[in-house]
């Protein structure tokens, strides 16, 4: 399987990653040789074995439900580019 | 043509706010109401370097309503990124569930509409999965720009998914309120659909009958259920004039808009997001054990299905009854409260007083049946007092007033002193009553002799006259059998 420069860009898209053309085609290359690896992967017999989400074969960590952190929003606020009413403001977006 | 050469094909998605302490993935807390961004922690707003931990909480209630609905609560689940960018998504992606969810399959029983007509039908659930909420974007003006608040960023939703078994808006409307109900029964949720705890997004389509499922539109964010309904009928409306005027629906994204009571396209597919979804690296799979589940199984309270058959089987209710009282886990207290108090003899009439005179005393007064100025106890002395022949029905009515208006003090006596204190006490004794009855006859001759010619009518008016002269304490059997017994002589 390889990747076409059509869904590099729409990869790129989505990830609002801006490509020149230049730059399109050797992200193409780049990744198609990373779909080259996953090929000799998928080579490999995995017949009954059961996939994993993860690569520790662990359970993950729970913590009890208590309220444990105090307010930092001074902290927090103190360097984001701009705040009003304790809001950090953003560029207008509505979808 | 018309509506019914139509299908209507509906699942809904709904998501419950998980009625924890802190976050999902955070020590911060979920409480409503408080200043922008006090309540969104390092986790929250996706600082560098910070690490998820799964709130034990949120898993245990995921667990509990996967037990409610006889659903399969998954060994094994697995947490995923589901990315997308908006600002009130600072880590650019949500964590939620995939492939893998918490709880699988599942079923609910619904009741659809009232009186004969009144059915009910089974709900299957597809799936239902731990995920965290994002922040609130605010678009009022702020210079032309947008204001981030973070405090619902990270707050614990159960995502509950249907599957497309709902063929009509009141199917829909019945199921959510079956949902909510639940969520509240088992107190995973508190249900407060003003501040968004408990929001329906719907998948609509329509078709022919017996034909292939047409193209779905889903309508979006519908936080009551009158709008559920009435966003549903708009759509369904508008797809079937468009399909019969020759046109296609294509699947999108519409939002409901309560003013014009019309839904309107967010986004068509083209757009749609890609949510590249993949395990979240940060996350070890979420293990249960068979342990856990038994412990949160023998935790669980009587669910509203098995105490509805209870009502009817041990109580001898009627299904009718049994369903209105199982209607919330509030009423359903209330009325067992009473029955425990009352005797189980007296189940039925006490479930007539909870549904009739206290419903609708509460409903005139705006009031929920938790906030009842009239206890269970207190109802239940009053029903006793109606089945011992002390009152009738129409002096309870009296009764219930001053109880209602905090006269009698607490406890199941309160009716009685009630009833001492105002000498409302039935008369039963038979030598008082005839007396009564005969000077009703002596005053009322008309009455006696149109009764005698035969209009049954006038019996009636005797009745009322010997009522009001015993100030309605006579008992009205005994009214009728000696009054019978006179006039037949």
Same mark, same amino acid.
């Given at each position: 399987m390889s990747l076409s420069l059509e869904q590099v860009r729409r990869v790129a898209q989505l990830a609002r990653i801006e490509l020149t053309d230049a730059d399109a085609a050797a992200t193409q290359a780049k990744l198609n040789g990373i779909f080259d690896l996953i090929? %000799? &992967? %998928?080579? #490999? *017999? $995995? $017949?009954?074995?059961? +996939? &994993? /989400?993860? +690569? %520790? *074969?662990?359970? $993950?960590?729970?913590? $009890? *439900?208590? #309220? /444990?952190?105090? *307010?930092r929003r001074d902290a927090f606020q103190r360097i984001a580019p701009q705040t009003e009413n304790g809001l950090y403001l953003v560029p207008k977006v509505i979808e | 043509m018309s509506r019914s050469d139509w299908e209507v094909v509906i699942g809904l998605e709904i998501h419950a706010q998980l009625n924890t302490a802190s976050k999902i993935f955070s020590g911060a807390s979920t409480a409503f109401g408080a200043e922008p961004n006090r309540q969104a922690s390092a986790v929250d707003i996706a600082l560098p370097g910070v690490l998820p931990v799964l709130n034990r909480g949120a898993v245990e209630r995921a667990i509990r309503f996967g037990l409610a609905i006889g659903a399969t609560v998954a060994p094994k689940s697995v947490f995923a990124r589901k990315n997308y960018f908006y600002p009130d998504l600072p880590k650019g992606y949500q964590i939620s569930q995939f492939e893998l969810p918490v709880v699988q399959g599942g079923a609910i029983t619904i009741r659809v509409g009232e009186g004969e007509k009144a059915y009910e039908k089974t709900v299957n659930l597809t799936r239902a999965h731990l995920e965290e909420d994002a922040g609130k974007s605010l678009h009022e003006d702020f210079h032309g720009m947008s204001g981030i608040d973070l405090n619902r960023a990270g707050t614990p939703l159960l995502e509950i998914v249907s599957e497309p078994d709902m063929r009509s808006s009141a199917e829909a409307v019945a199921y959510a309120r079956a949902l909510h109900a639940l969520v509240r029964w088992i107190d995973i949720c508190d249900g407060n659909m003003q501040e968004g705890s408990f929001r329906c997004d719907a998948n609509v389509s329509v078709r022919r009958p017996g034909g292939p499922l047409g193209t779905r539109r889903e309508i979006k964010n519908l936080n009551s259920f009158r709008f559920l309904q009435q966003a549903i009928d708009y759509e369904v409306q508008w797809q079937i004039d468009t399909l019969e005027d020759g046109g296609r629906i294509q699947q999108a994204t519409v939002l409901f808009d309560p003013d014009s009571g019309e839904t309107r396209m967010m986004r068509s597919k083209e757009d749609a997001h890609d949510y590249r979804y993949f395990p979240d690296p940060d996350l070890l799979p979420l293990v249960i054990?068979? !342990?856990?589940?038994?412990?949160?199984?023998?935790?669980?309270? !009587?669910?509203p299905g098995a105490m509805k058959a209870r009502f009817v089987d041990e109580l001898g209710l009627s299904a009718y009854d049994a369903t209105t009282l199982t209607a919330s886990k509030e009423m359903a207290g209330y009325f067992q409260a009473t029955v425990d108090a009352a005797g189980a003899a007296l189940a039925k009439p006490c479930a007539n007083w909870v549904m009739g005179d206290l419903a609708g005393r509460l409903n005139k007064a705006e009031l929920e049946i938790a906030d009842s100025p009239v206890t269970p106890a207190q109802l239940a002395g009053l029903v006793r007092r109606i089945a011992d022949n002390t009152i009738s029905n129409n002096i309870a009515r009296k009764v219930f007033e001053a109880l209602w208006n905090g006269e009698g003090g607490a406890g199941a006596d309160a009716a009685d002193r009630i009833i001492d204190a105002q000498g409302l006490k039935q008369v039963t004794d038979s030598g008082a009553i005839e007396a009564i009855v005969d000077e009703v006859l002596a005053a009322n001759p008309k009455s006696v002799e149109e009764f005698r010619a035969g209009k049954e009518k006038a019996f009636n008016a005797l009745v009322g006259q010997v009522m009001k002269a015993s100030r309605g304490k006579a008992n009205p059997a005994q009214v009728n059998d000696i009054l019978r017994h006179k006039l037949g002589s």
């Open positions: 090929e %000799q &992967m %998928q080579a #490999v *017999d $995995t $017949t009954g074995i059961e +996939p &994993m /989400s993860h +690569p %520790q *074969d662990l359970a $993950t960590r729970l913590r $009890t *439900d208590a #309220v /444990s952190e105090a *307010d | 054990s068979p !342990e856990w589940i038994a412990r949160v199984q023998g935790e669980l309270p !009587e669910l």
